[in-house]
């Protein structure tokens, strides 16, 4: 099973100063359930940097799985409480990437839900900054029809 989906990615990144900068997007994508997992998978745009690359999240009872491919290649594990590594792989380099997930919450299923991870990030070792990634995600009406509103016809 295969559906069109709207997903609203935004992202907050909090450096060690305490400054806080927030992106948001939203754009099209698809939900799909494979093997035991539900899934979303969405193109990057220009706006978070990651222009040619295809994002998916693959959710688990306990873990949350992200996988880019194309410009930016990177596999990374979110699971509360444990920190886990990836090469983080740029047209300008590889980095290794430290994840110490903090939190995770998770009601996406069918279509639709809301997802929410708190970690800290490091690169190469070094601490670098606090992120929260939240996801929403709802049937596309452009695809589905309008499912919200009842019609009446005189």
Not at 31 to 39: D, E, L, N, P, T
Not at 52 to 81: A, C, H, M, W
Not at 85 to 105: A, C, D, K, N
Request: glycine share 12%; hydrophobic share 30%.
């Amino acid at each position: 099973m295969i559906k069109d989906v709207m997903i609203r990615v935004t992202s907050l990144q909090r450096n060690d100063s305490g400054q806080d900068e927030k992106i948001s997007l939203e754009t099209p994508g698809k939900f799909g359930i494979q093997k035991g997992f539900s899934y979303i998978t969405y193109q990057e745009t220009e706006l978070t940097g990651m222009e040619g690359t295809t994002t998916s999240l693959r959710f688990y009872p306990d873990s949350v799985n992200l996988v880019r491919v194309g410009k930016i290649l990177q596999q990374q594990e979110y699971k509360p409480g444990e920190v886990t590594y990836s090469q983080y792989e740029t047209p300008f380099g590889t980095l290794q990437m430290g994840v110490h997930t903090r939190g995770l919450e998770n009601t996406i299923s069918g279509g639709s839900g809301h997802m929410r991870i708190a970690y800290d990030i490091d690169l190469d070792g070094v601490f670098c900054h606090y992120n929260e990634l939240t996801v929403d995600v709802w049937e596309d009406p452009e695809k589905h029809g309008n499912k919200g509103a009842a019609e009446t016809t005189d």
